[in-house]
């Protein structure tokens, strides 16, 4: 990208440029923006790998396919990824990439959070399939540009996010992106969208088409369209803010092909993308890629999932369904070993295919390594709301009245499709090149979230964090690192530890206070509980330990507020450990009516003395009793 399109840098009059003028604070040297030359990405001018995750974290009993419709990247939920990046920069990570979020709220709270961290970002516009976001007409296809060099724009200056990738598998025939660009009404390709192996040009089984064959043409002039519908966005994109452009593909069709025929259409994207899953090695990906393009690749998703299922043992040609379900006793089980086994063994193969080791700087086309700017593992976290759109699936399910095995796909799951967002089902499909043979789509994460209230999960790591914090930090395991629901909730609940500036607040401000106020808050606060008892229980006893972000509020880049204390009345804090305004203001009117009371006690008594002296004034000067109509008279 930096061959093809001169740096622009964005003049922002921010309050640190007029500083700046007037002499105030010092200049210095700005850090490079990230660029790719040759084959290496440069990240504050050195040569960079990622080493990236897939994030994605929908809580227990959430899905995507309903509100916030997977953005949990906005302040409101800033303790789900307060929970997660501290942990992702722990494993030894150093970007993750999320899928998609709403164009209408901000996230700059997010991206701070991931810079705060240590770590950078690659963000997807969403486009979803083709029906969501049509290319048909050129009118169509401008809209979706200038909405995404409108979104790369609005987050500019914040560092952190260096990548954006333009949808997400754009060439896969399941989206219709490849068949409304071919049947375009101006100049259709005639571009037959069905497998090679059904007499189509898509290549499920056989080779790449050659010179002179039918499908040569048609499939040069579909893919030159979404080529140079890709470049016009990233060039778009390009002129708003100095970051990468990608367009992540599916490891499908014979991409290498595609790129080799059609790379000169695209001299705004930055790095060519796949999603690869071929077993526990890419196999020629590299060699194909390398032989096809100049520019880098760039793995969006790789790895395989932590479930073991014998709905795999059955061969490719067998469509009966699977009724084994999770817990039975039908011999399938969660596999974090072959999970962490085969991730290990691919991150070391990107890792020996990188382009950021010295040598790589002369790496040009056909090169034998230095390939790859790195990879996202798949993925951080289990997610429970896939099994709703499995790609193999029964309909109706199987505990629907009228299931019948005959309408369910190829070795599908007979739960599947599972709306049920709280079930952790096994919907996935048959995949050869997988451990077990079959793709258990919930079961990608590196954790397992465990549902401690409302949308607050706590993880459990699975083998493949601890084997791949070792291989890219050299550290090893810390139980410190995963806190159960109770440890959570606890964290955020209990009275924070007493410090000496607090007791030296305390006692400012009882200082301030009639020494009586101060007993009576005393002798109150004791009729409580023991405080060693309160500092052990959630919110000191004294209320309840919330777990709705909705009422804990809005938390911030660096600082979770959810869980959060629901004080009883009276009491304020964090933790409910402290009196509230309203407590201070009753014991001050309890203190002015006590007063009140104390002086007209104290009058009565001087009212009650000055009468009995009277009375013995005149006793004494006439010998009787004072009657009631002479005492009248004084």
């Known amino acids: 990208l930096a061959e093809v399109v001169p740096s622009m840098w964005m003049c922002q009059q921010t309050l640190a440029r007029c500083l700046l003028i007037i002499g105030v604070l010092t200049p210095v040297t700005a850090s490079p923006s990230p660029h790719i030359v040759g084959r290496q990405l440069f990240v504050d001018g050195k040569p960079f790998e990622v080493r990236g995750i897939c994030y994605s974290p929908v809580p227990v009993n959430d899905s995507v396919y309903f509100a916030p419709y997977g953005d949990y990247f906005t302040a409101e939920y800033s303790f789900i990824w307060m929970r997660d990046l501290p942990r992702i920069k722990a494993m030894g990570a150093n970007m993750i990439r999320i899928y998609s979020w709403s164009l209408d709220v901000d996230h700059s709270e997010f991206i701070d959070a991931v810079e705060a961290h240590g770590l950078y970002l690659m963000a997807t516009?969403?486009?979803?399939?083709?029906?969501?976001?049509?290319?048909?007409?050129?009118?169509?296809?401008?809209?979706?540009?200038?909405?995404?060099?409108?979104?790369?724009?609005?987050?500019?200056?914040?560092?952190?996010?260096?990548?954006?990738?333009?949808?997400?598998?754009?060439?896969?025939?399941?989206?219709?992106?490849?068949?409304?660009?071919?049947?375009?009404?101006?100049?259709?390709?005639?571009?037959?969208?069905?497998?090679?192996?059904?007499?189509?040009?898509?290549?499920h089984s056989g080779r790449a088409p050659r010179p002179g064959e039918p499908c040569y043409e048609s499939t040069f002039c579909v893919y030159?369209?979404?080529?140079?519908?890709?470049?016009?966005?990233?060039?778009?994109?390009?002129?708003?803010?100095?970051?990468?452009?990608?367009?992540?593909?599916?490891?499908?069709?014979?991409?290498?092909?595609?790129?080799?025929?059609?790379?000169?259409?695209?001299?705004?994207?930055?790095?060519?993308?796949?999603?690869?899953?071929?077993?526990?090695?890419?196999?020629?990906?590299?060699?194909?890629?390398?032989?096809?393009?100049?520019?880098?690749?760039l793995l969006t998703e790789y790895g395989v999932d932590a479930y073991h299922d014998v709905c795999g043992d059955a061969k490719e040609d067998n469509s009966a369904p699977c009724y084994n379900m999770l817990g039975d006793s039908s011999q399938s089980y969660e596999d974090g070993h072959a999970q962490a086994d085969f991730a290990g063994k691919l991150t070391t193969e990107i890792q020996s295919q990188s382009?950021?080791?010295?040598?790589?700087?002369?790496?040009?086309?056909?090169?034998?390594?230095?390939?790859?700017?790195?990879?996202?593992?798949?993925?951080?976290?289990?997610?429970?709301?896939?099994?709703?759109?499995?790609?193999?699936?029964?309909?109706?399910?199987?505990?629907?009245?009228?299931?019948?095995?005959?309408?369910?796909?190829a070795h599908a799951h007979?739960?599947?499709?599972?709306?049920?967002?709280?079930?952790?089902?096994?919907?996935?499909?048959?995949?050869?090149?997988?451990?077990?043979?079959?793709?258990?789509?919930?079961?990608?994460?590196?954790?397992s979230p465990t549902r401690c209230g409302d949308k607050i999960n706590s993880l459990r790591s699975r083998q493949i964090y601890w084997s791949m914090r070792k291989l890219?930090?050299?550290?090893?395991?810390?139980?410190?690192?995963?806190?159960?629901?109770?440890?959570?909730?606890?964290?955020?609940?209990?009275?924070?530890?007493?410090?000496q500036k607090d007791r030296g607040q305390r006692r400012k401000l009882s200082s301030a206070l009639p020494s009586l106020l101060e007993s009576a808050l005393e002798l109150l606060a004791s009729a409580f509980g023991d405080s060693a008892v309160q500092a052990s229980l959630q919110c000191a006893g004294r209320g309840t330990c919330t777990t709705n972000h909705k009422e804990c509020g809005h938390g911030g880049f660096n600082v979770s507020v959810t869980p959060c204390c629901t004080c009883d009345f009276g009491f304020a804090g964090s933790a409910c450990e402290q009196f509230d305004a309203r407590t201070y203001i009753a014991f001050g009117a309890s203190y002015a009516l006590l007063f009140l009371l104390v002086?007209?006690?104290?009058?009565?008594?001087?009212?009650?003395?000055?009468?009995?002296?009277?009375?013995?004034?005149?006793r004494h000067m006439y010998g009787r009793p004072l009657t009631a109509a002479f005492s009248g008279h004084y």
């Open 224 to 297: 030159k369209r979404l080529f140079q519908f890709i470049n016009a966005a990233a060039a778009a994109a390009s002129a708003k803010a100095e970051v990468l452009v990608v367009s992540a593909f599916a490891d499908v069709d014979a991409l290498y092909d595609k790129v080799a025929r059609c790379d000169d259409f695209a001299p705004y994207v930055a790095a060519w993308t796949a999603q690869v899953y071929r077993g526990n090695t890419f196999g020629d990906f590299f060699e194909r890629m390398s032989n096809s393009t100049s520019k880098p690749v």
């Open 472 to 499: 890219w930090t050299g550290k090893g395991y810390d139980s410190s690192l995963f806190p159960s629901c109770q440890e959570m909730l606890d964290e955020q609940c209990l009275p924070p530890a007493p410090e």
């Open 599 to 618: 002086l007209i006690m104290l009058l009565g008594i001087f009212t009650h003395i000055k009468r009995f002296m009277q009375e013995r004034k005149l």
């Open 355 to 409: 382009s950021a080791l010295e040598h790589c700087s002369k790496a040009v086309r056909g090169s034998k390594d230095c390939t790859c700017m790195g990879g996202f593992l798949m993925s951080w976290v289990d997610e429970f709301w896939k099994g709703a759109r499995s790609q193999a699936g029964c309909d109706p399910t199987y505990f629907e009245p009228k299931f019948s095995p005959a309408t369910c796909d």
């Open 125 to 203: 516009y969403y486009l979803g399939d083709a029906s969501e976001s049509p290319v048909s007409t050129q009118e169509q296809r401008d809209k979706l540009i200038s909405g995404f060099a409108d979104e790369v724009e609005k987050y500019a200056q914040h560092k952190a996010l260096i990548i954006w990738s333009f949808g997400n598998e754009l060439n896969g025939v399941w989206n219709g992106y490849l068949q409304q660009l071919s049947r375009s009404q101006v100049d259709p390709c005639a571009w037959d969208e069905r497998y090679d192996d059904k007499g189509g040009c898509w290549i």
């Open 414 to 447: 007979v739960t599947c499709g599972n709306w049920n967002a709280s079930d952790h089902d096994l919907c996935g499909y048959w995949l050869e090149s997988a451990p077990d043979h079959y793709v258990n789509e919930e079961w990608f994460g590196i954790t």
